[in-house]
């Protein structure tokens, strides 16, 4: 008999996710400068919203090639796991079709949710902008703002500009000034500011006001790349695991009956109730999980609702049963 770890599982998905949420933070920031307010401007005047996406469509190739990596780390490593444990002596082949087919689908997948979130975002900047009298260009930097973000987001850091404007305002009551504090990502180092310009009936300037929705635009982009960075960890490691116990059975070294799957929660308060629920809970190679909302392959399952994988932090661990022996490799 041998076991997977969940150590080692972990191991793999903290690397994978340190990795994703440096490369989308990169990916948003590259993305910001280089889009370029002009060119933008003149996309957004025209109507030419499919221009205006194929930059960021070209951007979020990144952002797969990233995944893709870490789905191909996570075989390799999991093929030395099987060699050491003497289950089988396999090199993880990245480029057979199965292999080549799921990194070709979870990429165009990223790309395509990517760029759909942007296309909403494009949307909430424009409507604001008609709606405040702006003219193309300012639309355009506001859209520059906020890109990388979801439209929720979005529409948050658009509105944290609004209210910072509103302090020192005399003729806006006191409590509707005050409004920008209540904001839980704001950098808590401006609020003297703020209430000075209050206290003071001055409003903030306008670098001030910039300096401080970077910040809390910053703080919104870094949310995101976490969020981001642990859903496709899970789902690049437990889909490299998968496939290199695949491999496997293809070569004949283990038996798809051989496997035991366990899934293993978290164990803390965070846990989503129907995960705490399938802790521990044991599935063939090729069975599911039933969670509140849909059914799972494993933990971060991208054809799962996203209230069942979004900020997951279970973990799938594998146990070889009835092992046999396999011919060394020397």
């Known amino acids: 008999m041998a076991s997977d770890s969940y150590e080692r599982i972990d191991k793999l998905l903290t690397r994978a996710e340190r990795h994703l949420a440096a490369v989308f933070w990169a990916m948003v920031e590259a ?9 933008l401007a003149d996309l957004i005047e025209g109507g030419r919203w499919a221009d205006a996406l194929d930059l960021i469509q070209r951007t979020a190739e990144r952002l797969g090639a ?3 990596l870490m789905f191909v780390q996570s075989g390799q490593d999991t093929a030395v796991f099987l060699a050491g444990a003497g289950v089988a002596n396999i090199a993880f082949d990245q480029v057979n079709n199965r292999a080549v087919a799921i990194m070709q689908q979870n990429r165009l997948r990223l790309i395509r949710e990517f760029t759909d979130g942007q296309r909403d975002v494009l949307r909430s900047v424009m409507s604001d902008g008609i709606a405040r ?14 890109v990388g973000l979801t439209d929720r987001q979005a529409r948050a850091v658009l509105n944290y500009r609004r209210l910072l404007t509103q302090a020192g305002q005399a003729d806006i009551a006191a409590a509707d000034q005050a ?6 990502l704001r950098d808590r180092r401006f609020d003297r500011s ?6 003071d009936e001055r409003p903030l300037t306008a670098a001030q ?9 910053q703080r919104y982009v870094k949310y995101r790349a976490e969020v981001i960075a642990r859903t496709e960890a899970l789902r690049s490691v437990h889909e490299g695991v998968a496939e290199a116990f695949d491999q496997a059975i293809d070569r004949g070294d283990i038996e798809a009956g051989q496997i035991e799957q366990k899934w293993v929660s978290a164990g803390d308060a965070r846990v989503r109730d129907s995960h705490r629920f399938l802790n521990g809970q044991k599935r063939p190679i090729g069975g599911t999980w039933q969670g509140t909302y849909g059914t799972l392959r494993y933990p971060g399952d991208p054809e799962a609702p996203a209230s069942e994988t979004v900020q997951c932090r279970c973990v799938l661990v594998r146990r070889i049963v009835r092992l046999r022996s396999i011919p060394s490799l020397f």
Not at 210 to 217: A, G, T
């Open 179 to 184: 409004e920008a504090l209540t904001r839980a």
């Open 66 to 68: 990233a995944s893709n």
């Open 31 to 39: 993305l910001r400068k280089d889009l370029d307010l002009k060119a």
């Open 194 to 199: 703020v209430l000075s310009a209050i206290r």
């Open 209 to 217: 006001i910039d300096k401080m929705v970077e910040r809390y635009r």
């Open 133 to 146: 009298g702006l003219n193309p260009r300012d639309q355009a930097r506001q859209f520059r703002e906020v």
